[in-house]
Every structure is written in C-alpha cells, then in structure tokens.
C-alpha cells in the first residue's frame, strides 16, 4: 500500500441552488477542483499543470458525476500541432459552477 503522506483535502462551498452545499474533496480531486477555480473563466489544461494532471480527464469526470462533488464543468476542444504527426486537439476545462475553497489541509 502507498505511503499517503501530504494528501490534500479542500473544503468548499458549492453555490449550485437555492442554498449553498459543502464539499470534501481529497487528492488528486482537490488539486484538479483548486486549479478550476484558480483558473477561472479562462479553464485550465493538462498540459498547464502537466507535473501532476496526468489523467486529468478522469478527475474532471468525478467531479462531474460523483454525487459527492455534482459540479458543471465545461470542456473546450483546443487544436495543437502534434511534433511531426500534424494537428491535434486538447481539452480545456473550465468550473461552470461557482465554487468557494473555505479551507484547505494536507494530511
């Protein structure tokens, strides 16, 4: 089993309804929702912060789907160059829903 020293966890207030809902998020989730909002309306790609986000697209489908986290999150397809293959795309992702980080702790 992996040592899981200095995992983050981030407590945020979801404003989604009539009244706003808290969240625990641990992990790889806190760091993808932190970056979101971080990010703000301009998104965030893998590629921005590629030291950890190596599979981004399965974070952000937790935090979409997961009852724990229900967050609207909206994906943009960006095209690229490919070195030596032609264009590809990438996904840019960004928070639909606005979310407040009340606090924040590493285990």
């Known amino acids: 089993m992996k040592n899981r020293k200095n995992v983050l966890t981030i407590y945020a207030r979801v404003h989604d309804g009539d009244t706003p809902r ?43 789907k997961d009852d724990r986290y229900r967050l609207d999150i909206k994906t943009i397809m ?17 928070l639909v829903t606005p979310v407040e980080i009340i606090d924040r702790e590493a285990a």
């Open 78 to 94: 960006e095209p690229h160059e490919v070195a030596g293959m032609g264009p590809g795309h990438h996904a840019r992702y960004v």
């Open 22 to 64: 808290m969240i625990e998020a641990k992990g790889r989730y806190a760091q993808t929702l932190t970056e979101l909002v971080k990010a703000g309306p301009q998104g965030v790609t893998a590629l921005e912060i590629s030291s950890w986000a190596l599979r981004m697209s399965h974070y952000i489908d937790v935090l979409r």
